[in-house]
């Protein structure tokens, strides 16, 4: 493996010797820190650290906790400083991970932990390694089988390389690709399965632009299934008749997205194209009037279409220095491509625009683009923009628009330049931002909050967008540009329109305060009133917009924002309020823009609201402050005391965010204009793009004064707090509960804003809970040097304050247990003390989801690492300061961890259920983040679980509670010893009836046993991991033989741990007959079947323990007794010899078919085939797949014959204890006897087969073979006698199913004398078979046959086909459930039966016209599965089984009857005898349900319909008006309906053109109708295919011009609307002919007076004058949302008819009616096509005259 990778391009990709010091990769943000140089140099000591340490963990062979442990901290590693080490290190890493991860046998959470840290290292797979992958995955290509395919195709699309380096392609992709595009284009049935093929197809795409040869597959009229199902998988409603809803695979949106745009490219491509058709055809549903789930997923596909195509040509034109292979120039798209890509999308996108489904994903399309083409995409959403400003009755559309205005900002004020900057293509954008700006201000409403939040956003980013400063001066430069010089004349007004805005910002808080009450005065001594997420985020967007407009405005204008500011909260007093805490956030903005403060106080009136407002003043810049210390110290020392809790707490928030600005970290970056515009010319700054990498920030961090403000308010303020708790908890003053909860709540803010500076404190580790050869780790993720400056020669103020409250947690405990609020603020103080270390991760995951929806309104992602604006680069890079704060600390186990761990453990099981919860929740934490504290605190929960007098109901609950936490369960079930410790309390603790306790226990008893996913008890650490572990680090510590002994003494432990246990919980199982529960037993039983594994055999007291539970009276413990005895089975199953068959004959490619390489599979009807002799030699294969394609694995592994296995006759003494343990109790005659009543009884109505009982008789005559069956066999008689009751014959069904599978290793011999026993009694048995027990029939059948070679089944062959069950004259029932057993059957033989499917069709073919309708649905049923593989998958089919085409043929002459009513209208034909017509129509029946069938079982069938199967159309279609017979006619409808929605193959489509041009000549017009309506689905649903045939889309067109002018009205009308949707979709051209056309036989047929016409003359004139108005309404509503050049003359032509006769007038009315309700919403932009006496002779037609006119 090792040399293999170092030979690969990725290990190339760095040629330095000095390969130890190269790194690799280190994340960009972590550069921008300020602190940058200690995260380099502590880098790599920790990656050291984590080496050293690994490689010793796997040297001494502890894989738990050691090597677990740090592989941890490598995963962790690589989240915070991303690969920082050097290429050797990488290479080493990934073997010695590989090593560990393909350990046999290893646990499921190293399987994960290891697997995860080989993903976050690997990228990459050698050129060998997909003909590995071929070898061992290719036989499983199986697609009559769901779940092979699924699981072949899963392994196929997650593994196969497609990354290779084009010199290796020969041996990567090219080895598959054609095979599987053609299995994925010849199976026709949207498998499930299909949409791993197309995620492997996309990978193949993205990774290898240019280097696929896809044209083949798209540019043939036989290979367009990629579009066409990418169209299907919409799931469109098409037609006018509802049709069963399709069962299309559930693309991927992004995945078919980017699939289409990375095939993209080259002279040849089509994929433009058929593009521009898949757009074309989707475009109408997009349409904001239609409504359905299909919009979701549309949008999704357009924003994934859009961004894959800019990521495309960013990777072109900006490409990164990777190793991946760079696109071919010859691929590149060019400005041409870009052009069209825009232009095709744009329709969809304007359409998506107003959809009822408000949703970022249209304006990210209409962003992408706009960057893509902003001269095409922006001059049409302005229109609209503006248009929707000035209107007042649709909001939705303002919302819309704003959305859009907001995400197109950049391109606007960039003026479309271009990526290499050396072009504008939109250069008026700016102007127009500008006037947007103006233009918005009225969507600060107050009344619609939707439109004030989106108005808000858009400005936010416009205004970070642009420099906010007055450059009118600058417009008589001669050096502009026109649109640089209106813009400079435009920017005069940027006053004017910050004023208006804040005034109506202010206008907006003024009305919406004097709305609310301001709760300030009517609730201050109760809690503060909190808002709920929609209000902060409001505050949120008016803080964030004030903060872009002062960040980017000049000194002059800022002065003017911030004085209007302070005048508006000086004359307001806003309380506590919604409007209260919106001004905050502005005043919040303004304080942070500034170094000027405005020395006001006003404490005199509006306490609460300058408190407020003092608070947001304190989030300054801590150097801004210090200018006004004095006044600030002052005001918190005058407040922080008050008796007002509100006042108080207001206060003491001033205290928190005084102190974190004045101790952290964080960016203080100023406004960046400050040169005037004759200095610098602004307009270039207009968007302004960054690279993140070139940025340098401006960073606050702690100066000597800041750090020594901050002292004396800790030691003015805090200490004398803590002073005052230790003096209340050691009994020398009193204080009231309020100034308890006071003093608690300044100590939590003083902790909330000194998290960052505060170190951990410097305790030794206490003795490891789970001792380790290897060190655990403490900090890994330094930050910062602040620590060190700040209380440097004082005690640690963490441990102080931990302390105090331990403290006062024992007295409040003692005297003042019910003070739950002190309790609360206590708990929260832990909270702060154990995990604040800067970033709180409730507040930071809210900023993380900010940081990134800014990016996607701000970014242009053409322009890669050069797209980032300055403010969003300082945001991020906070953002990252934040995150590695708040992992900053992975706590060891301290002694004072441990007593605040103690303290919490106390609260978390006390008498309130308040302080329960809220220290449960804290403790849960605690389990998260320090490293042991759930081991430590197991001992403490397991006392709480015993019966004890002194342990109280509310304790024991708590505890409860606390165990049954999903993060204690883990814990506890990763560990031996904590599960030695807690399941036997659990079992034991039964000493409260009490339904709540009940629930918990049973809680946490199934939460454990979800947990408990398998510990290995045996270790083992092969030499080659070892040695990959001595290469990383060049040195031997531990030898291999001290590294064994070690490994040793683990495994000892674990076994002696792990037999403990079982011994524990079998003694507590064998005295609970006098004292336990049943329920307890229940739980006993159940963790001991948890325990049974496959390495170690159960103990036998276990075994008899469970065998003789199967008897047990509690239906739960019998249901655990069988799971474990089927499990125990497994365990004493022996060891049967296997062989290695090697196939000298296999095949390089897929070849579908029955040949000398695999015909020896083939199961042979004729019985002389399989005698004795040869039974014993002859090699049976289980697995279905192999050999179906001629492909087979590199090696077969099958049981060897019969004389070579282990002797199954034995007896009890040649049995071992464990299998005598339990062939003891089985021998036993009565309890056989309970056994089997115990399994026969219904427990419910609708219980069906229980394959865990199959299971469990399996297993048994498997492992004791029939020496147990004479103890069966009578019950199984009497069970098929007892017809009574059908959980008997069940039962029976499960024994005997049992029966069959087990003896599959007896022999011949016995086996034969088996089927003897079983044939008459099974043949017997069938007669009695009824409705309810018909399901458990069909699943005993396939539980026997399904999965095993056919040959395996010769004698239920027999059963099946020889001895008479089915005759067709038994009765419905009987003749219809033997049918079904023998379709079950036929189909489970799978492609190795194709003698029995013949033999099945010759036994069938005389009853295909039964006359029980029961019948004929099964044999359409088993009609299915016969011709299930007359299908070409693999070139050409050599199947020699029962084709469709020629059954169909051998019917057609019978089927021809049905015609009889059509040809007597000629009176060329005697009448039928009524017996042969019905026979015939039940015919016709049989195969419709065959029709159906396929259909409904579609993923079991490939081709569901054969070529010949379009031959039926002609004589079935006349069914579907069968008014004698209902049921025909909806079956009819039904098969119609899936035959219409089905993929066609191209030589299918000749046969279906065939089909329905027949039927169009058809006398009757019934059948023309129905074949309008199949015409509507089919062309959709083929729509590529259709459209690239040369001559499909020409005959359907002549067709529906044909039909146009029926004689029948129903049929010219549905012709046209066919015709109507076909030109909608673009499947059809509309050309002039066809209106001139259209138009000429309306000017032919003048209307005359009535009556100088013979009726027939006036019948003739309406019907010729109706098709052609018909004709011209299709051309008209083939476009519902656009206006052609031509609509306008032909609309009105339309329109004149609207006085002729009846059914003319109808249908004027109605196109008229319909041109208007779906061109209603962009009418302003639609009448523009007409000339005026157009516009007034369109009134005309919709304004009804009035009656007194």
């Known amino acids: 493996f090792t040399e293999e990778y170092l030979s690969c391009p990725f290990s190339k990709m760095q040629d330095n010797n000095d390969v130890v010091r190269l790194h690799q990769e280190t994340l960009t943000y972590n550069k921008l820190l300020p602190y940058h140089e200690e995260i380099n140099a502590s880098s790599q000591q920790i990656l050291q650290q984590i080496k050293r340490n690994l490689c010793l963990a796997v040297e001494h062979c502890e894989l738990r906790p050691g090597a677990y442990y740090w592989s941890i901290q490598l995963e962790n590693y690589i989240h915070a400083y ?275 489904y408000l949703s970022d994903e249209v304006a990210r399309i209409i962003q992408n683009l706009s960057i893509l083409r902003p001269e095409i995409m922006l001059p049409t959403l302005l229109d609209r923009t503006f248009a929707s400003l000035t209107t007042l009755t649709e909001p939705h559309q303002v919302i819309a628009t704003m959305i859009c205005a907001a995400y197109v900002s950049r391109p606007l004020a960039s003026a479309g330049r271009t990526i290499d900057h050396k072009e504008k293509r939109f250069p008026c954008g700016p102007s127009y931002l500008m006037k947007l700006l103006e233009l918005s201000l009225p ?44 813009l400079c004349s435009l920017t005069a007004r940027f006053e004017d329109i910050l004023i208006q805005f804040i005034d109506r910002c202010f206008e907006m808080i003024e009305n919406s305060s004097s709305v609310e009450s301001l709760k300030s005065y009517n609730t201050i001594d109760n809690d503060s009133s909190s808002f709920n997420y929609e209000d902060r985020q409001f505050a949120e967007g008016f803080h964030r917009v004030f903060v872009a407009i002062l960040w980017q405005c000049s000194t002059t204008l800022a002065m003017v924002i911030i004085k209007k500011i302070f005048d508006f909260v000086k004359g307001h007093i806003l309380g506590d309020t919604i409007a209260g805490h919106i001004c905050c956030a502005i005043i919040c903005a303004a304080a942070n823009a500034t170094d000027d403060f405005v020395d006001e106080e006003q404490v005199e009136s509006g306490l609460i609201w300058s408190l407020l407002v003092f608070s947001k003043l304190t989030t300054s810049n801590g150097r801004c402050i210090l200018q006004y210390k004095d006044q600030v110290y002052k005001v918190i020392f005058k407040s922080i005391h008050l008796k007002s809790k509100t006042a108080s707490n207001f206060a003491s928030q001033s205290f928190s965010y005084l102190l974190e600005a004045l101790t952290a970290v964080y960016p203080s970056d100023r406004p960046i204009i400050k040169a005037s515009p004759q200095e610098h010319n602004y307009l270039e700054d207009w968007a ?134 002190s309790f609360t603020l206590m708990l929260s103080i832990y909270d702060q003390i154990l995990f604040n270390y800067g970033g709180q991760n409730e507040h930071l995951i809210e900023r993380e989801v900010l940081t990134s929806w800014w990016k996607r309104l701000v970014s242009n992602k053409l322009l890669g690492d050069s797209s980032y604006i300055r403010q969003h680069v300082i945001e991020r890079a906070y953002l990252q300061h934040l995150k590695r704060r708040n992992h900053i600390y992975l706590g060891t186990m301290t002694e004072l961890h441990q007593t605040i761990i103690d303290d919490i453990l106390k609260l978390s099981i006390c008498d ?19 490293m042991f504290s759930c081991h430590y605190s197991l001992p403490f929960i397991a006392d709480k679980l015993k019966h004890d007098d002194s342990i109280s109901h509310d304790e024991f609950k708590g505890a409860l509670f606390v165990l049954s936490d999903v993060d204690t369960c883990k814990c506890i079930c990763q560990n031996w010893i904590n599960i030695q410790q ?104 159940g963790f001991i079947s948890q325990l049974i594994r496959i390495d170690i055999l159960l103990p036998p007291r276990a075994i008899t323990l469970f ?87 590199r090696s077969i592994i099958t049981h060897a014959a019969f004389d070579k296995q282990p002797n199954i006759d034995r007896s009890i003494q040649d049995m071992n204890d464990h299998e005598a343990a339990m062939y003891g109790i089985l ?137 008479n069950i089915f005759t067709g004259e038994q009765g419905s029932f009987l003749d219809a459930s033997a049918l079904s057993l023998m379709r079950v059957f036929i189909s489970d033989m799978e492609w190795k039966g194709y003698e029995v499917q013949l033999l099945a069709l010759n036994l069938i073919k005389p009853w295909l016209d039964h006359q029980y309708k029961d019948v004929r649905s099964s044999l359409g049923s ?194 046209s609307k066919t015709y109507s949707g076909l030109l909608r979709c673009g499947f059809l051209q509309l050309t002039d002919t066809e209106l001139t056309k259209f138009k000429d036989v309306v000017k032919e047929k003048k209307l005359k007076q009535r009556h100088k016409m013979t009726p027939t003359e006036f019948k003739e004139f309406i019907s010729q004058r109706h098709s052609a108005i018909l004709g011209l309404s299709a051309c008209v509503q083939a476009f519902p949302y656009d206006v052609p050049q031509w609509l306008p003359e032909i609309l009105i032509f339309i329109g004149d008819r609207l006085n002729d006769p009846p059914p003319i007038k109808a249908t004027v009315k109605a196109v008229i009616s319909e041109f208007k309700r779906t061109h209603l919403d962009n009418w302003e932009e639609h009448k523009q096509s007409f000339s005026v006496d157009q516009l007034s002779a369109l009134s005309d037609f919709l304004i009804s005259p009035s009656y007194y006119a």
């Open 912 to 930: 309130y259920c308040e302080i329960r919860k809220e220290a449960q929740s804290l403790l849960m934490l605690c389990y998260d983040s320090i």
């Open 1422 to 1615: 088993i009609l299915r599965d016969i011709f299930k593989f007359d299908a070409v998958i693999f070139g050409n089919c050599t199947t020699k089984g029962p084709t469709a085409g020629n059954f169909i043929e051998s019917i057609l002459p019978s089927l021809s009857k049905t015609l009889i009513e059509d040809k007597q209208k000629d009176d060329t034909v005697d009448t039928v005898n009524s017996v042969e017509r019905q026979a015939a129509l039940r015919l016709c029946e049989t195969l419709l349900e065959w029709l159906v069938s396929c259909s409904r079982q579609n993923s079991r069938i490939p081709q569901p319909y054969s070529i010949a199967t379009y031959k039926l159309i002609p004589l079935l279609i006349g069914l579907e008006n069968q008014e004698d017979d209902k049921e025909l006619q909806i079956m009819c409808k039904l098969a119609f309906g899936h035959l219409a929605q089905a993929e066609l193959s191209n030589a299918a489509i000749d046969s279906a053109m065939s089909a329905i041009a027949e039927v169009v000549q058809s006398n009757a017009w019934h059948h023309r109708f129905s074949m309008l309506l199949f015409i509507q689905v089919m062309a959709f649903r083929n729509l590529f295919l259709l459209f690239e045939h040369p001559t499909a889309a020409s005959t359907i067109k002549e067709i529906l011009l044909k039909l146009i002018f029926d004689e029948q009205i129903e049929v010219r009308e549905m012709a």
């Open 1107 to 1193: 065998t003789s539970n199967l008897i047990h009276d509690s239906v739960e413990i019998r249901k655990m007794a069988m799971a474990a005895v089927t499990s125990i089975c497994k365990q004493l199953k022996r060891k049967h010899v296997k062989i290695k068959i090697d196939i000298n004959e296999s095949t390089e490619s897929s070849h579908q078919g029955i040949n000398a390489n695999n015909n020896w599979l083939v199961y042979p009807v004729d019985s002389n085939k399989s005698e004795s002799n040869d039974w014993k030699a002859n090699i049976l294969i289980d697995k279905p797949y192999i050999g179906f394609n001629n492909v087979w694995p």
């Open 82 to 356: 991303g690969r920082r080490f050097s290429k050797d290190d990488h290479l080493k890493f990934v073997h010695l991970f590989y090593k560990l991860l393909t350990i046999p046998d290893l646990e499921p959470l190293l399987v994960q932990q290891f697997g995860y840290v080989l993903i976050a290292l690997l990228s990459y797979f050698t050129a060998s390694a997909t003909k590995e992958m071929l070898q061992e995955w290719r036989p499983m290509i199986y697609p009559f089988d769901q779940n092979i395919m699924h699981r072949a195709t899963s392994y196929l699309g997650s593994f196969l390389p497609t990354s290779l380096p084009p010199h290796e392609h020969k041996d990567g992709f090219k080895l598959w690709f054609d095979e599987l595009m053609n299995l994925y284009i010849n199976c026709l049935n949207s498998p499930s399965w299909e949409t791993n093929m197309v995620y492997l197809f996309h990978r193949l795409a993205r990774d290898n632009i240019g280097y696929v040869h896809w044209e083949p597959y798209i540019a043939k009229s036989n290979k367009l299934q990629i579009f066409q199902r990418i169209l299907n998988s919409f799931n469109l409603p098409v037609g006018q008749r509802q049709v069963p809803k399709s069962k299309n695979a559930l693309y991927k949106a992004n995945l078919c997205a980017e699939w289409i745009v990375n095939m993209m490219g080259g002279r040849e491509s089509k994929v433009q194209f058929h593009l521009n058709q898949l757009l074309r055809a989707i475009e109408n549903f997009c349409h904001p009037s239609n409504i359905g789930l299909w919009v979701g997923k549309i949008q999704s596909f357009i924003g994934s279409l859009t961004s894959a195509f800019i990521h495309r040509i960013r990777l072109e034109r900006k490409p990164k220095s990777t190793w991946v292979p760079k696109i071919p120039a010859e691929y590149h798209l060019s400005d041409d491509d870009i052009t069209a890509f825009v232009a095709s999308v744009k329709p969809v996108a304007m359409l998506l625009l107003f959809t009822k």
């Open 1227 to 1363: 021998s036993d005659k009565r309890f056989i006897e309970s056994l089997i009543n115990f399994c026969s009884l219904e427990i419910s109505k609708d219980e069906s087969f229980n394959m865990q009982n199959y299971a469990m008789f399996k297993g048994i005559f498997r492992n004791f073979g029939d020496s147990l069956l004479p103890l069966f066999k009578e019950h199984i008689e009497n069970l098929f006698a007892d017809i009574e009751h059908n959980s008997s014959q069940k039962c029976a069904l499960e024994i005997v199913a049992g029966l069959i599978r087990g003896s599959k290793h007896w022999g011949n011999e016995k086996e034969q004398r088996l089927w003897l026993l079983l044939t008459p009694i099974l043949r017997k048995a069938f007669n009695a078979i009824s409705r309810e027990t018909f399901n458990d029939w069909c699943t005993f059948t396939t539980t026997i046959s399904k999965n095993r070679d056919p040959k395996r089944l010769r004698y239920l062959f027999s059963l099946l086909f020889h001895e």
């Open 443 to 486: 969507g600060i409403d107050l009344n619609d909050s939707l439109k004030t939040s989106t108005t808000l956003v858009f400005y936010m980013t416009a205004f970070s967008l642009i420099p906010i400063i007055d450059c009118s001066m600058m417009a008589s430069k001669e050096t502009l540009t026109e649109e640089d010089k209106e």
């Open 982 to 1085: 807690i399941w036997p309390m659990i079992v034991k603790a039964d000493h409260s009836e009490k339904s709540s306790i009940l629930k918990l226990i049973n809680r946490a008893y199934q939460q454990m046993s979800e947990e408990f996913t398998g510990i290995a008890l045996n270790y083992t650490v092969p030499i080659e991991c070892r040695k990959a572990a001595r290469a990383l680090m060049e040195i031997v510590r531990v030898n291999d033989a001290e590294g064994d002994l070690f490994l040793d003494e683990i495994n000892r432990r674990n076994q002696r741990s792990y037999m403990d246990l079982i011994n524990t919980l079998l003694d507590l199982c064998e005295s609970s007959n006098s004292n336990m529960r049943w329920q307890f037993l229940q739980y006993c039983i």
């Open 688 to 821: 302004k793009s960054y690279n993140r990498q070139n940025i340098i920030i401006n960073w606050h961090q702690p100066s000597e004064a800041e750090i020594k403000f901050a002292h004396e308010l800790i030691r003015e303020f805090l200490l004398a707090e803590v002073k005052k708790i230790q003096d209340l908890a050691s009994g020398v003053v009193r204080m009231k509960k309020e100034e308890i909860h006071q003093c608690l709540h300044i100590i939590y803010c003083f902790l909330a804003g000194t998290g960052e500076v505060l170190s951990p404190w410097n305790k030794p580790s206490q003795a490891s809970l789970i001792p380790s050869v290897v060190p655990y780790g403490a900090e890994v993720i330094p930050c910062s040097e602040n620590r060190s400056k700040f209380f440097q020669d004082e005690d640690c103020l963490r441990e102080v304050i931990a302390n105090c409250i331990h403290i006062a947690i024992g007295y409040f405990l003692d005297q003042a247990a019910d003070d739950t609020k």
